[in-house]
Nanobody
Framework: QVQLVESGGGLVQAGSSLRLSCAAS????????MGWFRQAPGKEREFVAVVSWSGGSTYYADSVKGRFTISRDNAKNTVSLQMNSLTPEDTAVYYCAAHFGSPTYYDHEYDYWGQGTQVTVSS
């Protein structure tokens, strides 16, 4: 069992940066690939980024590539999402998720989810 708690969301202006954090509790955090997803109002949840269990491999959605950076600290059981050059299109609830296995884009393959943190970017 893994519990995930996101933090760091908020209201920012376009062009700003924000750093989301996800704190994990439970066993074997380092064995899970960790992903970030987001869901905007009226839209389906979408993949944002994922990092492998070791932190050595990362993958991003095209919409955030070059602006967002995912990282993890297995000693602290945390995963972060650094978001730069934010635009109003990044407004969404952001979710942290854990997948036991290799990195994946597919939300249905994730085993555990956090409650989400709201990010709102004003123009």
């Amino acid at each position: 069992q893994v519990q995930l708690v996101e933090s760091g969301g908020g209201l920012v202006q376009a062009g700003s940066s924000l750093r989301l954090s996800c704190a994990a509790s439970g066993r074997s955090f380092s064995r899970y690939a960790m992903g970030w997803f987001r869901q905007a109002p009226g839209k389906e949840r979408e993949f944002v980024a994922v990092v492998s269990w070791s932190g050595g491999s990362t993958y991003y959605a095209d919409s955030v590539k070059g602006r967002f950076t995912i990282s993890r600290d297995n000693a602290k059981n945390t995963v972060s999402l650094q978001m730069n050059s934010l635009t109003p299109e990044d407004t969404a609830v952001y979710y942290c998720a854990a997948h036991f296995g290799s990195p994946t884009y597919y939300d249905h393959e994730y085993d555990y989810w956090g409650q989400g943190t709201q990010v709102t970017v004003s123009s």
